[in-house]
């Protein structure tokens, strides 16, 4: 017993910075412990949003990828390295963020999301991360996200520009109100930085989401202009005729 | 200037397809060197991403140590490296993300003395502490060389950013004149992150010569309900650093 609670005292420690921002403490903690995410994608984006989740104590992570780093992704891919090429990312991230932090349960998926192995691979999560880099899978994820009103936060980069928004059906519109089409998947332009800063508002995002304070980006496509540094905010609404969430 | 290798290009391909990026710009890249104050917080992102982005020289320093309360935010290091020296620390995880890179591990203990002696004859110094005291050290130098700084400071789910030109802009004592006392102030990683890959995209930005840096005005984020908002800052005529300087140069 004594050193159970020893341990929870040493493992306080760890978070003890941001358990002193207003409305975090223990309960907030608690609840980051016990929380589970589910993050699609161990990519440019998948990177950031996972490595500060497991920074803050989620305490089971479910990162997903089908596949393997090249060399061409480690100019933004920060939970790879070199060493890491040829390995599956979802089994590379589980590895980095054990090292990060060894009290976050990681579960790695392997397969690629379709409409047959979704519900498999999201499992229990309580929320989902999009770190993806299609719109094909995305709608999958929505999908699933509405159907089972799971929370969803989305973004999306290109070049030095990136978009975030917090779904969360039937508060909120889906991402096939706002995004109807599935946008031709291309190789673009991408600084590292760019999924940086976009990847980590995502953790941003969740960690406000389950802790329980501050303001969602609900309702609301936060777009962003890295080249500029101009940050704008548009009003999206629900599409009443969705084939998603609509009657 | 040193060239590209075969395997640089295909790790820097995606970010070369960049519209006014291309091998040029990648090699200047290469060839430049920053100063990073810090391996905590947001020098973990910071020197992280511009690693990651073929800066080719880094130099960072830190006289501490990563402690277990370091670690919900200081991506650099881990549990492993509790002990270590935090620029050294630092020096193993960005050359493991970045074997084409040269970084230099500073454990030295920046003050008004050694300042100029620490930093040295770099192109860009990033302040990625966490007092005021240090930071006024730092700009005073980056003032009397003529070399850009990008400042940034943050506090719980809240902060701040601006790139310091000086004469063109302010100093850092014109926007924050003195220090407050040092506080353990909250602090949750996704902060750090968010403002320190802000900075290492403006020093991307600056070595690379592509997009608009945030000169003469500060970025003030609240992440608590995701609102950015830049203030156009002014110089201090009588800025003890700026002016004082200034005037140095032309009397």
Request: glycine fraction near 16%; proline fraction near 3%.
């Given at each position: 017993m004594g050193c159970v609670l020893k341990k929870i005292s040493f493992e306080n420690e760890r978070y003890a910075r941001q358990m002193i921002i207003s409305g975090w403490g223990d309960e907030g903690q608690r609840r980051i412990n016990n929380a589970t995410v589910f993050i699609a994608g161990a990519g440019g984006l998948g990177s950031p949003a996972a490595v500060y989740l497991a920074a803050a104590g989620v305490g089971t992570i479910i990162i997903c990828d089908d596949g393997e780093p090249e060399l061409s992704n480690l100019n933004r891919q920060?939970?790879?390295?070199?060493?890491?090429?040829?390995?599956?990312k979802a089994l590379s991230a589980k590895d980095s963020l054990n090292m990060l932090n060894p009290n976050v349960t990681v579960r790695p998926v392997t397969e690629r999301i379709n409409k047959n192995s979704v519900e498999s691979a999201v499992a229990d999560a309580d929320i989902m991360v999009d770190c993806l880099d299609n719109f094909e899978t995305r709608h999958v994820l929505n999908e699933f996200a509405v159907k089972n009103s799971i929370p969803f936060v989305h973004a999306g980069i290109h070049g030095l520009s990136g978009q975030v928004t917090f779904i969360h059906s039937p508060e909120t519109p889906c991402l096939r109100c706002v995004f109807p089409g599935a946008v031709p998947k291309d190789v673009f332009p991408v600084v590292g930085v760019t999924p940086g800063i976009i990847g980590t508002i995502e953790a941003a995002e969740v960690l406000k989401w389950i802790v329980g304070i501050g303001e969602n980006l609900k309702n609301i496509l936060l777009i962003w202009d890295g080249d500029t540094m101009d940050f704008q905010k548009i009003d999206i609404k629900k599409d009443p005729d969705c084939p998603v969430c609509g009657k | 200037m040193k060239n590209l290798t075969h395997s640089e290009k295909e790790r820097y391909h995606r970010q070369m397809?960049?519209?006014?990026?291309?091998e040029n710009v990648q090699q200047k890249l290469k060839n430049s060197k920053v100063f990073i104050a810090g391996a905590g917080g947001l020098g973990s992102p910071v020197s992280i991403y511009t690693a990651v982005a073929g800066v080719g020289n880094i130099r960072i320093c830190d006289f501490g140590e990563p402690e277990l309360s370091n670690l919900n935010r200081q991506?650099?290091?881990?549990?492993?490296?509790?002990?270590?020296n935090k620029a050294v620390s630092a020096k193993e995880t960005l050359e493991r993300l970045n074997p084409d890179i040269k970084v230099e591990a500073l454990t030295d203990k920046i003050t008004e003395e050694n300042a100029g002696q620490v930093i040295g004859d770099v192109d860009l110094i990033i302040d990625c502490l966490d007092n005021f005291d240090t930071r006024h050290y730092i700009n005073e130098y980056a003032v009397k060389k003529s070399i850009p700084m990008i400042h940034a400071g943050i506090y719980g789910m809240r902060g701040q950013l601006t790139m310091i030109k000086t004469p063109e802009t302010p100093c850092l004592w014109c926007i924050n004149p003195g220090s407050p006392p040092p506080v353990v102030f909250p602090v949750v990683g996704a902060t750090a992150g968010v403002m320190g890959s802000i900075q290492a995209l403006e020093a991307v930005k600056y070595l690379s010569g592509v997009g608009t840096n945030l000169l003469g005005s500060l970025l003030i984020w609240d992440g608590s309900i995701m609102e950015f908002m830049t203030i156009p800052q002014h110089k201090?005529?009588?800025?003890?650093?700026c002016s004082r300087i200034n005037d140095i140069d032309n009397g």
């Open positions: 920060i939970l790879h390295s070199d060493a890491d090429i040829g390995v599956n | 397809l960049m519209e006014g990026w291309g991506i650099l290091h881990d549990d492993k490296r509790i002990g270590i201090d005529q009588g800025c003890p650093v």
